[in-house]
Nanobody, 124 residues
Framework: QAQLVESGGGMVQAGDSLRLSCAAP????????MAWFRQAPGKEREFVAA????????YNNDSVKGRFTISKDNAKSMVYLQMNSLQPEDTAVYYC?????????????????WGQGTQVTVSS
């Protein structure tokens, strides 16, 4: 299984920005659908954004549309989540994940490979 390592989380104030990074083994990001999910205390894991194998299609949760952008660099085998205009409700552990192309991108069960997560805390 691909070993994914997230970084870039932290504590910020409402309105601030953060960029999360996910390091994957070589060639992983070019073979799989890559995604970000998040999980707040007491809540289920929630889809945030995904990007297709070829990088030609990106998907976002409606709650982050216009604020968060997923991107990737296949040469570096990295996936990024640029988060702007952060709000307290964005507070969660953010996870990077990889799924086989063609599996539903917004569904947790499509993803067999997960990172350990990085904490994002947004204060009001």
């Amino acid at each position: 299984q691909a070993q994914l390592v997230e970084s870039g989380g932290g504590m910020v104030q409402a309105g601030d920005s953060l960029r999360l990074s996910c390091a994957a083994p070589p060639r992983t990001t070019g073979w799989y659908t890559m995604a970000w999910f998040r999980q707040a205390p007491g809540k289920e894991r929630e889809f945030v954004a995904a990007i297709s194998q070829a990088g030609s299609r990106a998907y976002n949760n409606d709650s982050v549309k216009g604020r968060f952008t997923i991107s990737k660099d296949n040469a570096k085998s990295m996936v990024y989540l640029q988060m702007n205009s952060l709000q307290p409700e964005d507070t969660a552990v953010y996870y990077c994940a990889a799924a086989r192309p063609g599996d539903p991108a917004r569904v947790v069960s499509s993803y067999a490979n997960w990172g350990q997560g990085t904490q994002v805390t947004v204060s009001s």
